[in-house]
């Protein structure tokens, strides 16, 4: 194989790799931003349900406030009752005390509604507060992991990038130049092989024979006339042809 060629497969393999680690800690970090936003969901929906526990006490302090004035209102409407001389007067009175229980039941009524509703509503606030919790311990070692996994990555694009320095210095300018090119253009693979009847791996388009038996000699710097993909044949696909 052309050790110009060889040099760029062994530039494009640590590329991959770092590319590798790169995407890894950005699945990551996308993992946490989610959970930063789940967790932002539930303690918003949390706040939500303490006002409505809020409103629905207010309303339950007022109910009892009304039954506590209905009683008032029946214990004298009863007193008075007991000092009336006339039907029509004892009948008048009679209603009322009639329409003050039927308010009174109605409010008992709504405050024990109320109070199914408050405790509903507190086992709501303490199922979401459990869920935030437990995504919050989740968030805690999704860090954790993500900033082990940083200190290993910098670590390994450190030894990286040394290596692959030095196999940028043996490359020709131009030939790296065409490599960064494609690979900014059309991401990785940036230089591919060539299958024993031809056909670019990149593309999967057929060459035309002249430049496939070209590249065949090995001594060509080439590229895929459809993709532009820099070509190379493997030695075992090379060996299989010269058979």
Same mark, same amino acid.
């Given at each position: 194989?052309?050790?110009? /060629?060889?040099?760029? /497969? =062994?530039?494009?393999?640590? *590329?991959?790799?770092? +590319? ?7 699945e990551i970090l996308k993992d946490i931003k989610?959970? &930063? ?5 539930? =303690?918003?929906?949390?706040? &939500?349900?303490?006002e409505e526990l809020l409103d629905l006490s207010k ?12 009683? $008032? ?23 009322? /005390?009639?329409?003050? =229980? ?36 989740? +968030?805690? &070692? ?22 692959? *320095? +030095? ?14 090119? /494609? ?14 009847? $031809?056909?670019?791996? $990149? ?12 590249? +065949? ?21 090379? =060996?299989?042809?010269?058979?």
């Amino acid at each position: 194989m052309n050790q110009q /060629i060889s040099f760029l /497969i =062994e530039i494009q393999n640590i *590329d991959m790799d770092l +590319l590798k680690y790169e995407e890894a800690a950005k699945e990551i970090l996308k993992d946490i931003k989610e959970t &930063e936003d789940a967790i932002n969901i539930k =303690e918003e929906r949390r706040e &939500e349900l303490k006002e409505e526990l809020l409103d629905l006490s207010k309303k339950i302090d007022m109910e009892e406030l009304n039954i506590k004035s209905y009683d $008032g209102r029946i214990a004298k409407m009863k007193d008075t009752q007991k000092l009336i001389q006339t039907n029509k007067e004892y009948n008048a009175m009679q209603k009322s /005390i009639k329409d003050n =229980e039927s308010l009174k039941k109605k409010s008992e009524d709504d405050m024990l509604l109320y109070l199914t509703n408050k405790d509903e509503l507190n086992n709501k606030i303490s199922q979401v507060q459990k869920e935030v919790v437990q995504l919050t311990n989740s +968030l805690s &070692e999704k860090r954790d992991i993500y900033k082990r996994n940083k200190q290993k990555f910098d670590a390994a694009k450190k030894d990286f990038n040394s290596k692959k *320095d +030095l196999l940028v210095s043996r490359v020709k300018r131009e030939y790296y130049t065409v490599y960064e090119t /494609i690979k900014r253009n059309k991401k990785l693979p940036a230089i591919t092989s060539v299958t024993q009847s $031809g056909a670019c791996t $990149g593309c999967y388009r057929m060459l035309p024979p002249q430049q496939f038996n070209e590249l +065949l000699s090995e001594t060509l710097f080439m590229q895929c006339p459809i993709c532009s993909r820099i070509l190379y044949v493997e030695q075992n696909n090379l =060996e299989k042809t010269e058979k």
